[in-house]
């Protein structure tokens, strides 16, 4: 099956600075990618749609100059949590749609900690 | 606004015992429904993929329904072992993917 690399898999940093996440398609083309934030216990809150070459889509309440998201090609997206706070601690999951839709593919998440 | 439910929230059962999780959504105009497994801490592994066209997927222990007029989906696992113990979600494709809540499955030895 189709394979999404998320990195890193684990980070930790301090309070006010900035983590950048990547999601690479590894053997097809994305040209949507989906970047999702889970919280203890709970579902998947979809928090932005990226589209290779254009503005990404953001959710309601999603702060778009806090998460910013680039897709900069149809393999690569990447998630920047800017001035980070210990409240952006949480689970980070991307996935992307190859361009001939059906499934979506995840990467294997990213747990950010905020200290 | 889609909206997915899954119940129950969690469910213990023993060794071999068959299980049943359901997923209920609420706007039918739906690409595709998949399920997914979840271990602790970790990303999403994709199980089952439902089309909209389609009534049910199969592979090998694991079997999901799919009623779209009705909005609900069904994944059976027959013959459960303690390593199917996991949280299943359902997710339901209308360009976006909605999550339901999950099912936390914990299968005593």
């Known amino acids: 099956g189709a394979v999404v690399s998320q990195h890193p898999s684990r980070v930790i940093c301090k309070s006010g600075t900035s983590v950048k996440i990547e999601c690479r398609s590894l053997d097809f083309q994305a040209t949507t990618m989906f970047w999702y934030r889970q919280f203890p216990k709970k579902s998947l809150m979809l928090m932005a749609t990226s589209n290779e070459g254009s503005k990404a889509t953001y959710e309601q309440g999603v702060e778009k100059d806090k998460f910013l998201i680039n897709h900069a090609s149809l393999t690569l997206s990447t998630l920047t949590v800017t001035s980070a706070h210990p409240e952006d601690s949480s689970f980070y999951i991307c996935?992307?749609?190859?361009?001939?839709?059906?499934?979506?593919?995840f990467g294997q998440g990213t747990r950010l900690t905020v200290v | 606004k889609q909206e997915v439910t899954q119940i129950p929230a969690a469910l213990s059962v023993p060794e071999g015992e068959n299980l049943v999780l359901n997923c209920s959504f609420t706007d039918s105009a739906i690409y595709n429904l998949q399920w997914f497994r979840q271990d602790p801490g970790k990303g999403l592994t994709s199980l089952l993929l439902?089309?909209?066209?389609?009534r049910e997927q199969t592979s090998g222990r694991l079997n999901a329904s799919l009623d779209k007029s009705s909005g609900r989906s069904t994944l059976y696992i027959a013959a459960s072992q303690p390593g199917d113990s996991a949280t299943y979600l359902c997710?339901?494709?209308?360009?976006?993917?909605?999550f339901g809540a999950g099912t936390t499955v914990t299968v005593r030895a």
């Open positions: 996935s992307a749609r190859p361009a001939d839709a059906g499934g979506a593919f």
């Open positions: 439902i089309q909209s066209s389609q």
């Open positions: 997710a339901v494709n209308d360009y976006k993917l909605s």
